[in-house]
């Protein structure tokens, strides 16, 4: 689960993929957190398309990171290709605590990059998961607001947050981030909110 920093001079990847995106209409936001391990969250996410810039932007940015998506995404030929792409399957039907396995992850590695869907689907969801929030916690490490904002055409990092632990009064700060932000199908965005217990 290694990951690496963004290197100062741009690599012939991020070069690439900058132009690609240049070329489709899109600019690059680069506010990466200092530090060689953070969760970041991918919002909104509410298309198929998603994923595609998802791995444009991560190599403009010139990162590593890893991806989790359900187990059932990489079932089929494409499987081993997906995970060598960084991707980790999650058997959402499982009672395994994935979020401790990350936070123990987090702590055995020295750079780790984990991107979160916090909606967890594509589709309307009333309120976002907060399992990247207590990987981030536990690990004691920050989370990079990663975004793709179709209504400006602009994507990639624009803030980070360490999590203090008051999850109502971090949640208000992303709250305010992605506000105002469009994903491809906006009547898709849920409210960004904590499950109603």
């Known amino acids: 689960m290694a990951s690496t920093l963004v290197s100062a001079k741009l690599t012939f990847s991020q070069k690439l993929a900058r132009a690609i ?28 398309w998603d994923f595609f810039f998802m791995l444009l932007f991560r190599a403009a940015l010139g990162i590593k ?15 081993g290709l997906l995970k060598k792409m960084g991707g980790i399957p ?14 123990a992850a987090f702590r055995q590695c020295e750079e780790m990059i984990l991107v979160i ?3 967890g689907t594509r ?11 207590h990987m981030a916690w536990g690990a004691g490490v920050p989370i990079a607001l990663g975004f793709l904002d179709y209504g400006r055409k602009v994507g990639g990092v624009g803030a980070t947050l360490m999590p203090t ?15 105002g932000i469009a994903g491809r199908h906006p009547h898709r965005q849920g409210e960004i909110k904590l499950r109603d217990v």
């Open 21 to 48: 995106l240049r070329l489709v209409g899109w600019r690059v936001e680069d506010r990466l957190p200092d530090s060689k391990k953070y969760v970041l969250i991918g919002a909104p996410h509410t298309s198929n």
């Open 65 to 79: 990171a890893q991806w989790a998506a359900k187990d059932t995404f990489f079932r089929g030929p494409w499987g």
């Open 90 to 103: 999650v058997n959402r039907r499982s009672r395994n605590n994935f979020v401790d396995q990350i936070v």
């Open 117 to 119: 869907a916090p909606e």
């Open 123 to 133: 589709s309307m969801a009333g309120y976002w998961k907060s399992g990247f929030y």
């Open 165 to 179: 632990g008051d999850i109502q009064t971090d949640f208000a700060v992303i709250r305010k981030f992605y506000s």
